[in-house]
């Protein structure tokens, strides 16, 4: 949860500052039902519950994640909601900085590794990307790249918010199964 003035450049180089504290440990619970595996996790922190899950599919390509921000303060509360996402993967749309505003669906298409990654989101998000690097100068090594689900929240006193989103992985529809 970071300040509605927070910029792309600024979360890319590590220039921020978060509202809420969300370090620390979460309640957490595992339940199981047919056909999937679903972790919650609980937190209060300063006015703010925080309810995350991740439900994977038995089939393990997919997790559906559902987050729900419910102020139990007496004050309203604005914010950026910021879902980070590092994958290691060479995409030549996102491996540089760049943001998309209005986002439902998005995808991360590495040829060489042959494999998709998709995410549906249930509100249009501003998606931020850039390449993850470790090193300097001529030793910068590419590690992956980070994908942020952006969305700016406004939450009144004692009033909740709810986004829920899906990530696909897959071999790329077209590509014979099997061959690299």
Same mark, same amino acid.
């Given at each position: 949860l970071f300040a509605p003035s927070?910029?792309?450049?600024?979360f890319s180089k590590g220039r921020i500052r978060e509202l809420v504290d969300l370090s620390g440990v979460y309640e957490t619970q595992v339940r199981e039902g047919k056909g999937f595996v679903q972790a919650v996790l609980t937190?209060? +922190?300063?006015? %703010?519950q925080i309810l995350k899950t991740a439900a994977l599919s038995s089939r393990g390509r997919r997790v559906i994640f559902?987050?729900?921000?419910a102020n139990s303060s007496g004050r309203p509360m604005k914010f950026l909601f910021v879902s980070e996402m590092v994958f290691n993967l060479?995409?030549?749309?996102v491996n540089r900085l760049g943001e998309a505003p209005g986002v439902r669906r998005?995808?991360?298409?590495?040829? +060489?590794?042959? %494999?998709?990654?998709?995410?549906a989101f249930g509100r249009p998000a501003r998606l931020w990307h850039f390449p993850l690097e470790a090193g300097s100068g001529a030793r910068l090594v590419y590690q992956g790249v980070k994908l942020a689900g952006v969305w700016p929240v406004a939450l009144p006193a004692r009033g909740s918010w709810q986004l829920?989103?899906?990530?696909?992985v897959?071999?790329?529809?077209?590509?014979?199964?099997?061959?690299?």
């Open positions: 927070t910029t792309l450049r600024d937190k209060n +922190a300063q006015g %703010l559902t987050h729900r921000l060479k995409d030549a749309h998005f995808a991360v298409l590495d040829p +060489a590794a042959r %494999l998709q990654v998709s995410l829920e989103w899906e990530l696909k897959e071999e790329p529809g077209g590509w014979p199964r099997g061959k690299k």
